[in-house]
């Protein structure tokens, strides 16, 4: 009910649904490899979580989503890439976790490597190649 | 036809996040979303002239809280619609008028609802009429049931008798016979006497006449569309990542400006972009080219052009200097937020043909 009343244009506002991942999705998070090396000068060599937030987009990054994040344990090494600069969702990365290391999307480069998502994205890498992903 | 293209920038001396607006020559009045103040800037003179604050009354203790369309008919007479109801207000911030519109009941919402769905079909007022429009739209059904397209998406209140009635304006049969994802939203535009619909998926329109109650029924296609629409499997429905792709991939109609100053009318189209280009890059909604067609007053087909990829489309208008379109800058940040920024750098878009006024 409250969504037929509420549910507006993705342009103006940007909702938060749960989804199952499609297969689809695959190339496209397999680029984060691409781009923390060739944006960011970073290889992941073991295995890590990469955890992309839409801090850019509306209520994606709310506490009540940051909180389930933050509920699926990590690989061994945990990077953050933040799509846009937020001192709360920083702030709330370097209370929960120990180790990690954050990046920001400063120049909004993400999308050109197909990382555009309306959700936020984990992805579990190990050795360069994708192993899962999940949607939160 | 020809065109021009020049630059007006027009600059904001607070802080500023709105969500709607409305051009009313020589004022634009933004609604600020987080102060709930309609900010009243003169265009010509450039700078702010009023800042009238709305009544907490109107936006407290709803959910979600706010104004979700005003229209101003002049200083005294300023309508605005909240989750629940219509209010008047004058420039001083003063109830003058209030109705009830939307009541929940205990637990679910009426089968009809009044209330700017999206963001893109504020409110109207025809002083001819006293009649006050807005769109309506299902209260029961979700947005990917059928059901829901096959409400009228238009009704008034005559203010004589406050009582709602609905136009017979449907969205066209595809939204019925397919499920269009996000691509789901109704435009209306008003001219001097009727109402102009447009709808997301379809090139066609509907025009309703407000003083004898006629419909008809046009196609006002861009030449320079590039693809058909291609409706999106139900399976999706819950998929948020694949709508915004399909929104991406497919042309979009949105919405029609009448210019009076020139009677003619420009229609918004979002092209289709493949989602991946031959580098191995992607594209994003940010990456659509808008296209504007230019319509003569009995929609024919006067021209298009492609603007490219740096508009927000929705931030819109006709002057006597011509079509103000809201441009993107090139800093990144700035994309991102360019709702907050201090400078709204508006294209103008003057076309010369004919039919113009200038």
């Not at chain 2, 309508?79 to 911030?93: E, N, P, T, V």
Request: glycine letters at 4%; a neutral charge; charged letters at 20%.
């Amino acid at each position: 009910m409250k969504r037929t009343l509420f549910s507006t244009l993705l342009i103006l506002t940007m909702g938060m649904h749960a989804c199952k991942p499609k297969d689809e999705y695959k190339e496209r998070v397999a680029g984060i490899v691409s781009y923390l090396h060739k944006e960011h000068n970073y290889s992941i060599d073991d295995c890590t979580s990469v955890l992309v937030l839409q801090a850019n987009k509306c209520n994606v990054c709310n506490a009540e989503n940051l909180q389930k994040i933050a509920a699926d344990k990590p690989l061994n090494k945990t990077v953050f890439i933040l799509s846009a600069p937020d001192d709360s969702i920083t702030a709330f990365i370097n209370s929960t976790y120990s180790n990690q290391k954050i990046f920001i999307d400063e120049k909004n480069i993400m999308p050109k490597y197909g990382l555009s998502f309306i959700q936020n994205l984990r992805a579990d890498i190990c050795h360069g190649e994708l192993q899962s992903y999940h949607f939160y | 036809m020809s065109y021009t293209r020049s630059s007006d920038t027009i600059p904001i001396t607070a802080q500023l996040s709105f969500s709607l607006f409305q051009y009313k020559h020589p004022f634009i009045y933004f609604l600020n979303a987080d102060s709930n103040q309609l900010i009243v800037i003169n265009s010509e003179q450039k700078k702010m002239v009023a800042n009238i604050q709305i009544p907490q009354s109107l936006y407290n203790n709803t959910d979600p809280g706010g104004i979700h369309s005003f229209y101003v008919h002049n200083h005294d007479s300023i309508f605005l619609q909240d989750l629940y109801g219509f209010s008047i207000i004058d420039s001083a911030g003063r109830i003058k008028y209030h109705k009830t519109i939307n009541s929940p009941g205990l637990n679910h919402w009426p089968p009809i609802l009044y209330n700017n769905i999206g963001g893109v079909f504020p409110m109207y007022y025809d002083a001819t009429l006293n009649k006050l429009f807005t769109r309506q739209y299902s209260g029961e059904k979700m947005m990917n049931e059928k059901g829901f397209y096959t409400i009228k998406v238009e009704a008034n209140m005559d203010l004589n008798d406050s009582i709602m009635r609905e136009l017979p304006v449907e969205y066209p049969p595809l939204y019925v016979k397919n499920y269009c994802g996000e691509a789901n939203l109704a435009f209306r535009e008003m001219d001097d006497s009727a109402n102009i619909y447009s709808f997301m998926a379809s090139p066609d329109i509907v025009i309703y006449n407000r003083y004898n109650g006629h419909v008809r029924h046009l196609t006002a296609k861009s030449k320079l569309q590039n693809q058909g629409f291609k409706p999106l499997s139900l399976e999706y429905s819950e998929d948020m990542n694949r709508k915004v792709d399909h929104m991406v991939e497919n042309p979009l109609y949105m919405k029609i400006i009448y210019d009076k100053y020139r009677s003619c009318y420009y229609r918004m189209l979002l092209n289709g972009k493949e989602l991946k280009n031959k580098d191995g890059s992607y594209n994003t909604f940010s990456d659509k080219e808008l296209i504007v067609s230019v319509f003569d007053k009995d929609f024919q087909l006067l021209t298009d052009v492609n603007l490219g990829s740096n508009y927000l489309w929705n931030y819109s208008f006709a002057t006597p200097k011509g079509l103000y379109i809201l441009k993107i800058s090139n800093d990144t940040y700035i994309k991102q937020a360019t709702i907050n920024e201090k400078n709204l750098i508006f294209d103008v878009i003057n076309f010369n043909n004919g039919h113009a006024r200038m």
